[in-house]
């Protein structure tokens, strides 16, 4: 059984940094494209970054590109999101996600394509 376990998320003030984690365990981490996926108070749950099973791909929504930088660690079976300058806007509720069934230098984006969920991190961030 897969299990995904968030860390890192917190109360920062705008401008500041998080770095968020997430730890598979249960399967081979190597096999699985990950994701983050966050959350808003009555919003739609949005992609926020990808990265390949290789780490050599990844994608980014248009709001935090430039700012967020999503990387993988095979040997710790850990993905990490780098979240710099953050906004008030990007307060939310932080998801890591597993695609098992991705090609290899693919960074999906699609939410429906994972196939395992995290229970989420809250960020905030302070005006």
């Known amino acids: 059984q897969v299990q995904l376990v968030e860390s890192g998320g917190g109360l920062v003030q705008a401008g500041g940094s998080l770095r968020l984690s997430c730890a598979l365990s249960?399967?081979?981490?190597?096999?699985?494209?990950m994701g983050w996926f966050r959350q808003a108070p009555g919003k739609e749950r949005e992609f926020v970054a990808a990265?390949?099973?290789?780490?050599?791909?990844?994608s980014y929504a248009n709001s935090v590109k430039g700012r967020f930088t999503i990387s993988r660690d095979n040997a710790k079976s850990t993905v990490y999101l780098q979240t710099n300058s953050l906004k008030p806007g990007d307060t939310a509720v932080y998801y890591c996600a597993a695609d098992f069934t991705a090609l290899l230098g693919v960074a999906t984006k699609g939410e429906y394509e994972y196939d395992y969920w995290g229970q989420g991190t809250q960020v905030t961030v302070s005006s």
């Open positions: 249960g399967r081979t981490f190597s096999s699985y494209a």
């Open positions: 990265v390949s099973r290789s780490g050599l791909s990844t």
